[in-house]
């Protein structure tokens, strides 16, 4: 799912914000609705990726042994904060600004509109991944050390964090409270990627077969 919504993804060429190459809509974006469903394609996918990113968080928590348990309860708990902002965010953008916009119902709709590089709709969408990122550490310390391959899982997960974090910190300082699409694009991008590789390698940790404890011998 997270691959066919970048690559829906991918095809949005963006139209304002900083990453706008040429011909930028500017406020109140109301002259959008010829973008639809374009635009809007990659919206389903992602919700159904949040959606199977908050199964995996789960499933890591099933699998959690002794204290790990502490760790996974934690990334649990905030992949389902993340995942319920980034919903709500993507299905009010889906189900209210197209009829919106085709009805002429304005008033207001210039902060919900996605392409308002100061909207609500690219605000939420930076706590969404923002927070995804931060269950990220918790996910790997709760994922059991034994191989290197789930090593390498840990890993990723508490470097995808950091990346986020440090994009955060970077594009604040350089443009303030002007961060536009820039912080969005980087938190989506490294959240998106850890899930597809961290996605894959749990896949193949936790789908190798268990070996079978050996029964006692019996007089």
Not at 4 to 19: E, K, M, R, Y
Not at 74 to 100: C, G, K, N, R, W
Not at 180 to 205: K, Q
Request: a neutral charge.
């Amino acid at each position: 799912m997270t691959v066919i919504a970048f690559a829906l993804a991918l095809i949005a060429v963006p139209i304002s914000g900083a990453n706008c190459p040429a011909g930028c809509v500017a406020y109140p974006y109301l002259d959008t609705l010829g973008q639809f469903p374009r635009d809007f394609l990659w919206m389903g996918p992602a919700m159904l990726l949040i959606l199977g990113y908050t199964v995996l968080i789960t499933a890591l928590h099933a699998a959690a042994i002794g204290d790990a348990r502490v760790y996974s309860q934690i990334a649990l708990s905030i992949a389902l904060i993340s995942a319920t902002i980034l919903l709500a965010d993507y299905f009010i953008q889906l189900s209210v600004v197209p009829v919106s916009l085709s009805n002429g119902e304005t008033h207001g709709l210039p902060l919900l509109i996605q392409y308002n590089p100061h909207g609500v709709f690219l605000v939420l969408e930076e706590l969404g991944y923002l927070l995804m990122s931060l269950s990220f550490p918790f996910a790997g310390l709760a994922i059991p050390s034994r191989s290197r391959l789930a090593r390498v899982a840990r890993w990723i997960f508490i470097a995808a964090f950091g990346l986020v974090v440090l994009a955060f910190v970077v594009v604040s300082m350089l443009h303030g409270l002007e961060r536009l699409d820039r912080f969005e694009v980087l938190a989506i991008s490294i959240d998106w990627l850890t899930l597809i590789v961290n996605g894959i390698l749990l896949g193949l940790l936790f789908g190798r077969p268990v070996e079978p404890k050996p029964r006692l011998a019996t007089a």
